[in-house]
């Protein structure tokens, strides 16, 4: 008997189908490429076919231009070669996807990037069963534990209100953490305009146009320093300590992401308020979902393997390493 999942063949450059002739997520172009979610590491340009949800194309077509793209809906199956291909929600950005992969009687789930916790700009994960569950780890330490996001979002607040005649500028990824923090602002009840770098205003509008309402967004660009004065802005993670910061009214740096969970790297970027807001799974999350999957197998992506390597092991689930490259994690 061949071993299992013989037809998936893990490149430095993604993830080869045989059997489909196609790629998941590769780093180099492709005649035909399976797309998880569009953040640049897993979405690059100059592709032949591209298989992602609507989505997922549209926002491809923003940074690369129009894509020679193959719309997959979330829960549809197709058949691309000898292997029928689903697209399912990952809870990671809008339009992410778990790509299922069935052929020879096997099941085999990409998971690309995901998260459980719930995430006002996506559908929340589902859980697909399988006999190789192919996943990140982006987060695989158990010191990673994430925070309730609507705690995080209120220490924001609080310290808005705390010292008036400042303003908090959130560092935060373009692509899904932008949004979600917007989102997370409303529900907790936050309606003034909030004011947004020009970097972010593409994507924004994107998110806007595919159904996610952010509520009032102003371009802070030109903006009278009078006016920002107790508002909140989101920049891009590069803009935080850049020139352009400098004519805000003295900001309370902030910045979103897994990342803040260590002090150092909040500390390299001068963040004073730290908000632990992730798009990926924590360790509670991954070992979670990987007991809820119930794979026989798990192959473990980017991210730091090893813990995971280890707890699959102590839990008799068939642990291996996929060594991809170019798949970055400070998306989050
Ligand atoms: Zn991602
Ligand atoms: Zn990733």
Redesign the pocket.
């Known amino acids: 008997m061949p071993r299992l999942g013989s037809w998936i063949e893990p490149f430095p450059e993604g993830i080869y189908v045989r059997p489909a002739d196609a790629w998941v997520d590769p780093s180099q172009p492709k005649a035909r490429a399976l797309i998880t979610h569009g ?1 640049g ?2 979405a690059r340009g100059g592709h032949g076919e591209v298989w992602a949800t609507a989505e997922t194309l549209a926002i491809m077509a923003t940074r690369y231009g129009e894509q020679n793209g193959r719309p997959m809906a979330y829960g549809d199956s197709i058949r691309v070669g000898e292997v029928e291909v689903s697209y399912l929600p990952a809870g990671h950005v809008l339009g992410s996807a778990q790509i299922l992969l069935e052929h020879g009687g096997e099941r085999v789930v990409v998971s ?2 995901y998260k459980r916790r719930p995430d006002p700009t996506c559908p929340p994960f589902v859980v697909t069963p399988c006999d190789i569950f192919i996943s ?1 780890a ?1 987060f695989g330490l158990p010191v990673f534990r994430h925070p309730d996001t609507g705690s995080e979002i209120d220490r924001l607040l609080h310290r808005l209100r705390a010292e008036p005649g400042r303003c908090v500028l959130v560092g935060a990824y373009a692509l899904g953490k932008a949004q979600r923090v917007i989102m997370e602002l409303r529900g907790r009840g936050y309606e003034e305009p909030i004011y947004i770098h020009g970097a972010l205003e593409r994507l924004c509008r994107l998110y806007e146009e595919l159904g996610v309402p952010l509520g009032e967004l102003r371009l802070a660009t030109g903006v009278p320093k009078a006016e920002l004065k107790d508002k909140i802005i989101l920049c891009p993670p590069g803009a935080l300590n850049d020139r352009w910061s400098r004519r805000l009214p003295d900001p309370i740096t902030a910045m979103a992401s897994g990342w803040m969970r260590i002090r150092q790297r909040a500390r390299q970027r001068n963040v004073e308020l730290p908000l632990v807001i992730s798009d ?1 799974a924590d360790w509670d999350e991954l070992t979670r979902t990987i007991r809820e999957v119930a794979p026989k197998e798990v192959w473990i992506t ?1 991210g730091r393997e090893d813990a995971l390597m280890h707890w699959c092991q102590l839990h008799q689930i068939k642990a291996r390493e996929l060594n991809l490259v170019g ?3 400070e ?1 989050d």
């Open positions: 953040h590491d897993h690309g990037d990140e982006t990926h980017h798949y970055e994690d998306d």
